[in-house]
């Protein structure tokens, strides 16, 4: 499975996009900087409608305006780290993918999707219940410290991906 996986990482290495990110001046820390405003408008826009699912502006805000706003950012901010993000790994896929903290930022970025995926599947189907002045449920709440976690855990591991 390893010489699989490092043939694959080669092979992204060899393609043309990789070489040109590495060949083109300036190109790297473009993509970071864009990078890092793409997790600014991921985590930011995240970070606080979970704390309104944790009670944070209860009776001031619903949580369906806060989605409504929010979460869209959040979508879009997601695009840009994801794209920025794949453009810088591929470059450099075999030396990123062998470092400790590679794994924990690609498995919390699997969780975190899996819990967004649980929560809009389920938890947010009854927002009209608890949309304004209600106590969360204890699942959108659950869901909330999930993803500040996670979201805090990627970008940790993101870091250390840089300077180990």
Not at 92 to 105: E, F, M, N, Q
Not at 108 to 120: M, R
Not at 152 to 162: F, H, M, Q
Request: no cysteine; charged share 15%; net charge positive.
């Amino acid at each position: 499975m390893a010489l699989v996986m490092d043939n694959v990482f080669s092979w992204l290495e060899d393609g043309w996009f990789a070489e040109a990110v590495r060949g083109t001046a300036y190109l790297y820390p473009m993509l970071e900087s864009v990078h890092i405003i793409g997790i600014a408008l991921l985590i930011g826009p995240a970070a606080a409608f979970d704390l309104r699912l944790l009670g944070l502006g209860r009776r001031a805000l619903r949580v369906t305006t806060a989605a409504n706003y929010l979460l869209r950012l959040s979508h879009l901010g997601f695009l840009i780290a994801a794209a920025t993000g794949v453009a810088m790994f591929l470059p450099g896929a075999s030396l990123i993918a062998d470092r400790g903290s590679a794994p924990w930022k690609l498995g919390l970025i699997l969780l975190a999707g899996l819990n967004i995926l649980i929560f809009h599947r389920r938890t947010y189907r009854s927002v009209a219940d608890w949309d304004m002045d209600q106590p969360t449920p204890v699942a959108a709440r659950l869901a909330a410290v999930v993803s500040l976690t996670s979201w805090s855990g990627v970008t940790i591991a993101g870091r250390l991906l840089a300077y180990t």
